[in-house]
């Protein structure tokens, strides 16, 4: 689809296509949505809000009649839900998105349950083992399941219980796991989790959904960045180690999507990384006297660095697209 809108797109801008019919070129080859495409959106969009509605309005349930209730009742509204929602799945299917998004519900309602178990018997765990434990209870439905949203969910579980984990135990996990050992965590984590997923979505055709890769990769690269910014207003023995990682990652992004994939989303996160980084060396070098001059020399090296970023992108879509 990208490649067919590029390659119009090229042909309107070379006087091809006329101006007068570039509208109708779009309707003919499809890049416009047509009423059933419309339908099949407004299906899945209030499919999405209804599901997302019904596991959250649970939980303000409970919340508002915690005193009215007791707990067996409590714990028999949440787990019938959960039934319910497996049952549906059953019955409709993983190939149907409405066995799907039941598989859904039923995984967002064990978060429930098991914040329900923690808050009744006052067990004192960490926020971290809630996340922990609900990542692992439902890998087997992410298994089952193959929906890239549902495997989603848990690869961001299983983010918020590591970072849960470290910021529980900062007296005695400090000295080794710093704030930028957390980030080198995330990195990794993500980072294996965009590899492994762009392997197997070459062999499996419900893994090649490009929202859920740029997403691991927005992820990835921001916690690169965010190294790479450290080590620059900050420099220390351990953040040395991000000066070697964050050129590896940017090179390894630029050849893996340009001659590998070709994704240009990926890329022009790539682009806005190394703008973040360059105008962080700048401010490092030209504000450090207070000197005024300095934040318009990197207003224009910001607008520099954009333009150029700009037309790069658009050389390559072009390239993508013969």
Known sequence: MGSKRSLLLDWA???????????????VSGLYPDSQSWRRFIDRLL???GILALAF???????YNW?????????????????????????LGRDDIKGRVALMLAAILLGALLALFGQTYQTGADPWQLFAGWALLIL?????????????VWLALINLSLLLFF?????????????????????????????????????STWLDQRWATRLLAVAGGFAVTL???????????????????????????????????????????GCLSMIVIVTSLLTRALLEDGDPIGFLLIALAVIGMSAAAGIWLKHINREFAS
């Open 13 to 27: 801008e070379s006087g091809r296509i006329p101006r007068n019919r570039i509208d109708r070129a779009l309707s």
């Open 47 to 49: 499919l999405w809000s």
């Open 57 to 63: 309005s649970v939980i303000f349930f409970l919340a």
């Open 67 to 91: 005193d009215a209730m007791g707990r067996f009742a409590k714990f028999a509204l949440v787990e019938c839900l959960i039934v319910a929602a497996l049952a549906g799945y059953w019955k």
């Open 140 to 152: 087997p439905w992410v298994l089952v399941g193959r929906f890239p949203a549902l495997w989603v």
């Open 167 to 203: 910021s529980v135990f900062p007296k005695i996990w400090g000295l080794l796991f710093s704030a930028e050992i957390q980030l080198y965590l995330t990195l990794a984590v993500n980072t294996l989790a965009l590899a492994i997923w762009e392997t197997r979505a070459r062999h």
């Open 227 to 269: 190294l790479m910014t450290q080590t620059i207003f900050d420099w220390q023995d351990i953040s040395i180690v991000a000066s070697i990682v964050y050129p590896l990652w940017i090179g390894g992004l630029y050849y893996v999507y340009r001659y590998q994939i070709q994704d240009l989303f990926m890329l022009a996160g």
